[in-house]
């Protein structure tokens, strides 16, 4: 399994911007995928997660009502969308999956792992 997140970059606060993930090297279907993020200098946070179906989503607390995810298993893609962006949301995101056997949605367990992509948000 493979996961390539790209829509990083640099954006004024209180602006947008939309990440992507694509699973490649197995049925994207089979699997729980969930965004992280990391900030310099802190631990990993959890920021969303989303059922194999799309019918289950949680997000972490500092991200609930600003930021969507979603998921088109026709494109083996998962997205985050990042509204009313914050300095404090300047972080390496990164895209994660673990097999699904239920239309849960848990944030831990994750098995696979991309390599992230930059988010800076600018005052």
């Known amino acids: 399994v493979q996961l390539q997140a790209s829509g990083g970059g640099l954006v004024q606060v209180g602006g947008s911007l939309r990440l992507s993930c694509v699973l490649s090297g197995s049925t994207f279907a089979d699997y729980i995928m969930g965004w992280f993020r990391q900030a310099p200098g802190q631990e990993r946070e959890f920021v969303a997660v989303?059922?194999?179906?799309?019918?289950?989503?949680r997000y972490g607390d500092s991200v609930k009502d600003r930021f969507v995810i979603s998921r088109d298993n026709t494109k083996s893609t998962v997205y985050l969308q990042m509204n009313s962006l914050n300095p404090e949301d300047t972080a390496v995101y990164y895209c994660a999956a673990r097999r699904a056997y239920s239309d849960y949605a848990p944030s831990i367990g994750m098995e696979h792992w991309g390599k992230g992509t930059l988010v800076t948000v600018s005052s």
């Open positions: 989303i059922s194999w179906s799309g019918g289950t989503i």
